[in-house]
């Protein structure tokens, strides 16, 4: 895309890390950072990305018909992250407007969190954690505050794409535990790789141990785990997201836990979010939530700035943008 350098101006939603402002600040582009410590209002979002030619947003901004109807003068909307359930990219591919994102940078980061928060879980220990500033410490009880083993146990993927991968080699390597899978479509490479099996959805909800999801949200996957789904799963399992919250259904998990229909839930990803300090969830023994943190390492963040800000850049070269959303969009523009 030909554009003079100096009518490039890139609207920031948030604060990022630094290594991708320089990098666009190093490209002569005007730059505007959203530095409030609150996220901006969509309407606040509209007109100032209406006097940008481009903008670098996250998963918490709404980038639907709206704005875009808006904002069709964009030269392109590059996300900080990997999941884009927040962009209308049939409605972004319709107007020509390239949508990016950052994948594989964050798997590493997103699977240590949904790993750790199995390990949590299994032995209760934000809650029991949190008991001891409660001043419950109080003498060696054999049988209190048990948790549950994991080693070769069956986990359970939905949605096995690069992060779920990375969540499955952490739980065969440390558990050796014997890893299936529901997907659209089967991942040969993990099958090779660590022996994953495919199943149906009934399968994978009836026979996993964990259940972790790392499916992007859409029409399909919207409200999957629910009661009924719940309901089919094994009394003793224990259910991860570190993907979306509107994936499965919070009142229907409270449901479960309450009633020991499942074991156990750690969350990185709630629905609403932010979660609300009275939620019953954080003062259950087998829940952990963390407040969508999964990409949240220095090293995690600072990558994925990078990429951010290169899918920019590459663009204005007039180059591949290299992680490109819809690339249905090339033919319309
Ligand atoms: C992602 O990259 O999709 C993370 O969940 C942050 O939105």
Known sequence: MKKETKDIKVLLSRHFPERGIEMMREEGYGLTVWNEDRPMTQKELIRKARSH???LCTSFEKIDKTFLDHCSHLDIISQFGVGYDNIDVDQATRQGIPVGNTPD????ATADVAFGLMINVSRKMFYLHKSISQGEWNYFRPNANLGIELKNRTLGIFGLGRIGLAMAKRCRGAYNMEVIYHNRSENSEAEREIGARYVSFDDLVENSD???VHASLSKETSGRFDKNVFGRMKSSSIFINTARG??????DL????????IWGAGLDVTNPEPMAPSNPLLSMENVAVLPHVGSGTVETRNKMSELAALNIIELYRGNEIPNLVNPEV???G
Request: glycine content about 4%; charged content about 20%; aromatic content about 0%.
């Open 53 to 55: 030619t481009a903008l």
């Open 105 to 108: 940078v964050l798997s590493d």
């Open 210 to 212: 964990v259940l972790s």
């Open 246 to 251: 509107l994936i499965h259904n919070e009142e």
């Open 254 to 261: 409270i449901h479960a836990l309450d009633n020991g229909i």
């Open 330 to 332: 090339l033919k319309t």
